[in-house]
């Protein structure tokens, strides 16, 4: 079978189906990502087809998913991506490969830097979102000074700033939020020249509130001589970002979730041309040397010195070692996709489906801690008896989450559709 009329097949028929031995039929040599441009055509435009997207996403034929929010299953494309490098791993390994990776690793960091509106020289590989936002505060100079964040940030990254007050004379001054909602006034009495940063989430994991006036968050932390570090693991893929339009110094995210990246422990992080090296120092001593001396070299350059030494400059500061090959692969078909799919098509999608629910779920019992008029994928409310909420959900195979007790967590995606919806309402009604 030919490359290409496999990949057509496995569109057709879902990756479920497909064998190991067919997959394995594929020499390392003639798989190029890069080549691969035969992407469904039916996310763009007058072809923009919902039900198609449906089938991108095999999950949904088991059961009702909507829990993206804790991690948002891969379509089939980036999954077949996946798939064909388990059987490099497995099969080949070696350099052959590694152009192609490579690409990959390049080109997924541009379509990042065209999602969020940065250059792709301000995007480096991260860890995971709280590893980022930990590194960033590692190459800070945060002593005597204080950072501002709510309560609806993530709450293991708050501990990460209560360790540095134990050990690095940070204040942490914390905003009770009211109404499960902040606005820049919430920030202003506690902002001051001190502040060496403002830290929010775009996208709230507890309820779903989005951040509004993240610009206007920015202006009073740069008036004082602060940063804004936003947490964007939950908005972006999802919900329109901007950094520079929006003012964000530095940003992380993990791919797991609406970036519909596929495994755990691979992201980006965002950092601002202009404090690389220098209000965000590099922690990851990302470098190199060599030796301009025999036996090294048969041809020392009397004009070096024995020992040179490469610093990397750029986003590279921030990374050391290889990054995730998994993680890379899938990054760059899932982003791929999101493109193609168009974040505004895919939050106008959402929103129809998150509308309803902020509609009905009240009606029959569940009042909602989600603020209205908000444009994000998740939206949560109260159950009264939350484990019987969740046998009712389990027995019915809907995934949804219950978190912090009683708070029901329901976040859908581009191949849930209304039925979806209907048949959660029934369940519970
Ligand atoms: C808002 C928010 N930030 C950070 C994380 C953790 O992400 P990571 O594993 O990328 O550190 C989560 C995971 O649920 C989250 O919801």
Redesign the pocket.
Known sequence: MKRIGFFKSLAGVGVSTLGLSTLSSFSSYDFDLGKIEKFPEHLKGDSLDWDKVRQDFPRQRYEIYMDN??THPTNIYTAWAVQRITEWTKNDVGEPWWPWWAKSRDEGKKLFAELINADPSEIAH?R??????SDMLNGMDLKGGNVVMTDL??T??IYGYKFREKNNGLEVRMIKCKDWRFSVKDFEPFVNKKTKLIAI?L???VNGFIARDVKAISDLAHANGAILYV?F??GVGAVPVDVKAMGIDVA???T??WLMGGG??F?FMYVHKDLQGTVIKPTLSSGGVSFNYAPWTDNPDPTKPDIIWHEVTGPGMYEVSYPNYEGVIAAHQSLRYILDLGVDNIQKHNRALTDRLLKEMPRIGYPTITPPDNNSPIVVFEAKDPKETMRKMKSAKINVAMRFGNKMRISPSVYNNMADVDRLLEVLS
């Open positions: 929010a804790s991260a995971s979102t709280v590893t980022a936002e940030h993530y293991e990254s989430t996208v709230s994991n947490d693991i939950q992380a995210c993990s797991f979730k755990k422990g992201g």
